[in-house]
Every structure is written in C-alpha cells, then in structure tokens.
Nanobody, 128 residues
Framework: QVQLVESGGGSVQAGGSLRLSCAVF????????MGWFRQAPGKEREGVAV???????SYADSVKGRFTISKDNAENTLYLQMNSLKPEDSAMYYC??????????????????????WGQGTQVTVSS
C-alpha cells in the first residue's frame, strides 16, 4: 500500500521560509517520479516542482530561484524548501508520485492529473 504523508506547512509572513516534507511508505522510492503540487481556493491544481527517477528536476516558472526540491533516500523523504515566500504561494500543497517513467516536465504539466499516488496535503499560508 503506497502512502505519502506531508508535513511542514504553516503560516508565515512574506519573505519567510518553510520546508515541506513528504514521507514515503510502501514502494521503491528511487524508481518513482515525485513532486510537489499546489491548489489555491478557486484555482486548478498546478505543478510546483518535480524530481524524476533520473534525478532531473522541473520547476514552475513562478517558483524558480525560490523553491528547491530534494530527496533523502535514506529517510525515504521528499522535501520542498521554500524561500522568499509570497502571498500568492498560499495554497494546499500536495506530494504526489507515480511508478511510470516520465520526465519531470511531463509530471509537472500534462501528466499532473494522472499521477497515481497523492498525499493528503499540507496548508501553506503567506501573509503580506
């Protein structure tokens, strides 16, 4: 049974930082494409950052230079370091994974809604 459990969300002022964590259970972690996605009220879910099984990354233009995706294979955990946060970054953040081979760019965009496994989400609120 594949399970993804996010943590690390919270409330922060603009310019602040947060680090999200996604603990992974139930599969061979390194062979999956994994990423972070977010959804704000009234908006569609969008890709934030993805790490594919070859170690390549892809980021949404809106977060490039501010967010960094990484993983710790020993801890079976995916991270998202978020710096210089803006009010428009406020959203529910989800971790997702899929065992099929795909590029990070594909998972970030066209394959987003077909990714196989999702966490329950963690809320990020950035105040101005």
């Amino acid at each position: 049974q594949v399970q993804l459990v996010e943590s690390g969300g919270g409330s922060v002022q603009a310019g602040g930082s947060l680090r999200l964590s996604c603990a992974v259970f139930g599969y061979t972690y390194s062979s999956y494409v994994m990423g972070w996605f977010r959804q704000a009220p009234g908006k569609e879910r969008e890709g934030v950052a993805v790490l594919d099984s070859d170690g390549r990354t892809s980021y949404a233009d809106s977060v490039k230079g501010r967010f960094t995706i990484s993983k710790d294979n020993a801890e079976n955990t995916l991270y998202l370091q978020m710096n210089s946060l803006k009010p428009e970054d406020s959203a529910m953040y989800y971790c997702a994974a899929d065992p099929r081979w795909m590029t990070a760019s594909q998972a970030l965009g066209p394959m987003l809604h077909s990714l196989g496994y999702w966490g329950q989400g963690t809320q990020v609120t950035v105040s101005s």
